[in-house]
């Protein structure tokens, strides 16, 4: 990573540790700008997931990821990901970070405290009973 990119995702870093969320995410957009000015596009790609996290339906930062997308090896995801964004732009916002996963008998489930469930996970019986490697 460059000095001037892990400068500003430290600055960003730094301002999360403040709970200054508009700053955190500023600062990682502004890390990844940075990066894909130098053709770091796995660099930029990180920067902007991090801003990401702080806000899963902020549509300038999946935008920005998308931009770059043709670089990625998931770059066809992110396309995809911007078209549910646009397609529900008054959805409930909410960040992955501090999310909690429960995992139990009867599957797995993702919360996210400001809204609740966001994720579950569920597998037939016949799922849970295969093995692929030896066991």
């Not at 460059?2 to 995702?9: C, F, G, I, K, P």
């Not at 998308?66 to 397609?87: C, H, M, N, Q």
Request: net charge negative; charged share 30%; aromatic share 6%.
């Amino acid at each position: 990573m460059n000095a001037d990119v892990r400068e500003l995702v430290a600055d960003a870093e730094s301002a999360l540790r403040e709970h200054d969320l508009p700053t955190a995410r500023d600062a990682f957009l502004a890390a990844g700008d940075c990066a894909k000015q130098y053709g770091l596009w796995r660099s930029a790609s990180r920067a902007y997931r991090r801003g990401l996290e702080l806000d899963l339906g902020d549509r300038e930062v999946v935008d920005r990821i998308a931009k770059i997308s043709g670089r990625l090896p998931s770059g066809t995801d992110w396309l995809e990901y911007l078209r549910a964004v646009d397609a529900n732009p008054h959805g409930p916002r909410f960040g992955c970070r501090g999310a909690q996963v429960v995992i139990g008998d009867d599957g797995t489930v993702v919360t996210c405290s400001e809204i609740g469930a966001v994720l579950e996970l569920m597998m037939s019986a016949d799922d849970l009973g295969r093995c692929p490697v030896d066991c």
